[in-house]
């Protein structure tokens, strides 16, 4: 098997499928509309395929993946794979923050955005056949949430906390990603306002907003189209976005200011700081926080910025044309 990095400036790696024979699968037999048997059943015939040692682990309820991910590390495994959604992931990535050991997806869950953002195959096989085949390792920058969690999509305070906490697993189960659609629209008619204490970096501000959203990734892979903002997980740098939407219509403008080039009066409803190292918020009351599609908890909240500490399995990037 052949690895590379995707910087150049960093000599490629050279691996065999002999060596990398030893692997820890997490996975969560609950996650999107998933069959764990299947799912399992297949996991376990590719490995079986391909001559590698595999454990796999389902997960539970409320149950701690981080010293179950740190324990499979100290057996010096080759790959940590989560199978499962955003949330699953993010708990794996818990474990595996600063390891130089690497960590494969196999998207299973109701939005797989940081599958999406890494293109990573959508279907098992196909995600399989990546880890099996010739890829590149990217190293992301995560996020560390009040000193024990880490997240690598996004953290926010406002309306998207209400539809996660609105969304039982049952619905993302049967519905998927309308789930959260459905929800969000009964949330949207009921948003308000709230005043927040922020500090970014050196700079502290005082605003109201009904949406505060931290950004390490793309939102499904879409790239915002604003002057000088480019999120990327690999920049040395978070994107925070203030939204100051009360209506659905105010929503709209945000959407439409936020995906097209269109200027528009809407703008006014948006704004954006950059952060290099920390976020505080600070709300004049608690108010629930989500990260990578999960509850988290309330304000106040601490985030800091843990440059290129995950090392993660992506497809090769194509050769730039001479």
Not at 102 to 118: D, H, K, S, V, W
Not at 162 to 170: D, S, Y
Request: charged share 25%; proline share 5%.
């Amino acid at each position: 098997m052949s690895v590379s990095t995707n910087k150049k400036e960093q000599p490629a790696e050279q691996k065999t499928q002999a060596q990398e024979k030893r692997v820890f699968v997490v996975l969560n037999p609950v996650a999107g509309t998933t069959d764990a048997s299947t799912a399992k059943q297949t996991i376990t015939q590719y490995c079986q395929d391909h001559g590698w040692e595999c454990d796999i682990h389902e997960t539970k309820k409320n149950e701690d993946l981080r010293h179950l991910v740190q324990d499979a590390l100290k057996k010096q495994v080759d790959i940590v794979i989560a199978a499962g959604g955003d949330g699953t992931v993010s708990q794996v990535v818990s474990g595996m923050v600063n390891s130089h050991t690497p960590m494969g997806i196999l998207p299973a869950g109701t939005g797989n955005n940081l599958a999406r953002n890494l293109s990573i195959p959508m279907d098992l096989p196909g995600a399989l056949d990546l880890l099996g085949g010739e890829y590149d390792i990217q190293e992301l920058d995560v996020m560390e949430v009040n000193q024990d969690k880490y997240y690598v999509l996004n953290v926010s305070v406002g309306v998207s906390s209400l539809v996660m906490r609105k969304t039982p697993r049952e619905q993302k189960r049967r519905f998927g990603f309308l789930a959260y659609l459905w929800n969000a629209a009964g949330s949207i008619r009921s948003s308000d306002m709230h005043r927040f204490f922020v500090k970014v970096d050196d700079r502290s501000v005082k605003l109201s907003a009904s949406e505060l959203m931290i950004a390490n990734c793309k939102f499904m892979g879409l790239q915002p189209q604003l002057d000088q903002v480019e999120i990327d997980p690999e920049d040395g740098r978070l994107d925070v976005f203030i939204m100051r939407t009360q209506t659905f219509r105010d929503y709209l403008g945000v959407a439409a200011a936020f995906l097209t080039r269109r200027k528009s009066e809407e703008e006014q409803n948006l704004d954006y700081i950059e952060a290099h190292n920390f976020i505080r918020i600070e709300s004049e009351f608690p108010l629930p926080a989500q990260a990578d599609g999960e509850e988290i908890g309330t304000t106040p909240l601490e985030i800091r910025l843990l440059p290129k500490s995950l090392r993660i399995i992506v497809p090769q990037k194509a050769p730039a044309a001479s």
